[in-house]
T-cell receptor, first 114, second 110 residues
Framework: GAGVSQSPRYKVAKRGQDVALRCDPI?????LFWYQQALGQGPEFLTY????????KSGLPSDRFFAERPEGSVSTLKIQRTQQEDSAVYLC????????????FGPGTRLTVT | EDKVVQSPLSLVVHEGDTVTLNCSYE??????LLWYKQEKKAPTFLFML????IEKKSGRLSSILDKKELFSILNITATQTGDSAVYLC??????????FGKGTTLSVSS
């Protein structure tokens, strides 16, 4: 079956622009996670959904970051008024269960803010 | 503060060598430790460890967890150039977010 997909794969935005990043999790996966990975670093947690409910958004770096998963499947991460420090790879992962279980990652969206 | 520390940060070996990658952690509400391989794209799952002292193996890769000393190791025997990648260690904290280390970059030369 299909894995986690993300679009776009690459995005270049001018500082101040808004961007929207899409994640299609594996069908039927209950949990969905967003991570930010800066160059040379491990992924850092941004936010977590269980079905359509956003249960944890403690990792979102500022109120310019917003995520939603309105129907419990596809999720969108929106960044408003992008800044250069937002440049990173944004990874989406999904997990079949709500308890400890392996997370499957998408290919990521590489965002470059100029 | 919760943290996961991997060492070394980078490693260069020759094909056929055996390598050991280290991961130590200090987290609250530990549930499991996971190893991922990342090759310029999505991290791919290798192992999930929940119990101390039980080795998990997959081909030339193996891993073990020590919950008393709070660390895990990932061993790769008879390395191949295809093993070149970043190896990420992550701790599952209470079944939600994964806390990742910075990764170990392994380069295997032929």
């Amino acid at each position: 079956g299909a894995g986690v997909s993300q679009s776009p794969r690459y995005k270049v935005a001018k500082r101040g622009q808004d961007v929207a990043l899409r994640c299609d999790p594996i069908s039927g996966h209950v949990s969905l996670f967003w991570y930010q990975q800066a160059l040379g670093q491990g992924p850092e947690f941004l936010t977590y959904f269980q079905n359509e409910a956003q249960l944890d958004k403690s990792g979102l770096p500022s109120d310019r970051f917003f995520a939603e998963r309105p129907e419990g499947s596809v999720s969108t991460l929106k960044i408003q008024r992008t800044q250069q420090e937002d440049s990173a790879v944004y990874l989406c992962a999904s997990s079949e269960r709500t308890v400890s279980y392996e997370q499957y990652f998408g290919p990521g969206t590489r965002l470059t803010v100029t | 503060e919760d943290k996961v520390v991997q060492s070394p940060l980078s490693l260069v070996v020759h094909e056929g060598d055996t390598v050991t990658l280290n991961c130590s952690y200090e987290v609250t509400n530990f549930r499991s430790l996971l190893w991922y391989k990342q090759e310029k794209k999505a991290p791919t799952f290798l192992f999930m460890l929940t119990s101390s002292g039980i080795e998990k193996k997959s081909g030339r890769l193996s891993s073990i967890l020590d919950k008393k000393e709070l660390f895990s190791i990932l061993n790769i025997t008879a390395t191949q150039t295809g093993d070149s990648a970043v190896y990420l260690c992550a701790v599952d904290q209470a079944g939600t977010a994964l806390i990742f280390g910075k990764g170990t970059t392994l380069s295997v030369s032929s």
